[in-house]
């Protein structure tokens, strides 16, 4: 439970402005995307749920890939 909790009060961190969308912040983001898709998978009640456009753009650059 305090994990979700450490990536609930990150990511709200984030959009708040407390918190830069750096490392930890993106994987908060990725681990309440992995829940949001078991939800969506165990219940026809979560299948229209969606992240809000903000954490849309953040998760989707967790997922660009690191030149270097």
Known sequence: ???EWDELERVAGYL???FAADE???AAA???????D???HSSELFAGVCF?????????RAMMPVAG
Request: glycine content about 8%; proline content about 4%; charged content about 25%.
């Open 1 to 3: 439970m305090a994990m």
């Open 16 to 18: 708040s402005g407390r």
């Open 24 to 26: 930890d912040t993106l």
């Open 30 to 36: 990725a681990g309440l995307a992995v829940r949001l």
């Open 38 to 40: 078991r939800l969506k």
């Open 52 to 60: 809000s456009p903000d954490i849309q753009r953040l998760s989707s």
